[in-house]
């Protein structure tokens, strides 16, 4: 006799998880097929379906901008030391400490200096606490609407367009508080985290967990945002989703140029 179950609001049969998981893979597979292949290589390295699906909504929802956003490889952050653009950076982080140390004299900025790479993100990405209860809720949602019978066969024309307006359309709760891996702004030198330090302690950092505390609370959201404004070399921010009052992002003007502050002028 068979069984039957209600899973997600869809009547199945026993032995439905299997099923579903069969449906699912098969409509990723053919989604996963259609991205380039840098873009299919970061999905292969990223571990769990959920976490899969994860990016690849991220990656759908960006497809007009993936080629100019896609992070470097460490061959190409290599390539980029002592470059013109890094020493471009170099001084507008200089410009932007400098106002900020003239006006609250005692406390200074610190930017790590290095640049986040594909690799880094993945594996940032593969144990992020807020990605994998959002994966966790992705794929189960995906995996009942997938076993609907009125949703299209995997590998058909349909079945692929309605498998990307549903990643596209899931809501994810929580909201991951990272971007996907190859999406961050900090993989190719166009993003950097501001940290508030008083001499070798830092009292505001890029930390979710502490965000209120750290930033809202003390002021140094505003602080920061009034040197970035005061400095003027092309930063803009801060980032709003997710929410990162540390984080701004690196599009200064094409061809301008401009030299190193010196502090205490």
Aim: a negative charge.
């Amino acid at each position: 006799m068979i069984r039957a179950v209600l899973a997600g609001g869809v009547l199945l049969c026993a032995g439905a998880p299997a099923l579903a998981d069969d449906l699912l893979e098969r409509h990723f597979a053919a989604l996963h097929a259609d991205f380039d292949a840098p873009v299919a290589a970061a999905l292969d390295a990223i571990d769990g379906t959920g976490r899969r699906l994860l990016a690849a909504r991220a990656y759908l929802r960006s497809s007009a901008h993936l080629a100019e956003r896609w992070s470097w490889t460490e061959a190409q952050i290599e390539a980029c030391e002592g470059s013109p653009e890094q020493a471009h950076l170099d001084a507008a982080i200089a410009r932007v400490r400098c106002e900020f140390e003239a006006a609250n004299p005692g406390y200074t900025l610190f930017v790590n200096p290095a640049i986040r790479s594909l690799d880094v993100q993945i594996e940032h990405w593969n144990h992020n606490d807020s990605v994998t209860r959002a994966a966790e809720g992705m794929l189960g949602d995906v995996s009942a609407a997938v076993a609907a019978a009125t949703f299209p066969k995997a590998g058909t024309p349909a079945g692929k367009t309605a498998f990307q307006r549903l990643l596209v359309g899931h809501e994810p709760q929580p909201k991951p508080t990272i971007a996907a891996p190859g999406l961050s702004l900090h993989g190719r030198m166009q993003a950097v985290d501001f940290q508030v330090k008083t001499g070798e302690r830092i009292v505001a950092g890029p930390e979710v967990a502490s965000l209120d505390e750290s930033w809202e609370a003390t002021g140094w959201k505003l602080k920061l945002q009034a040197a970035v404004e005061s400095a003027d070399v092309g930063f803009s921010g801060p980032l709003q989703d997710p929410y990162e009052p540390w984080h701004y992002d690196f599009q200064p003007e094409p061809d301008r140029a401009f030299a190193v502050a010196a502090c205490g002028r």
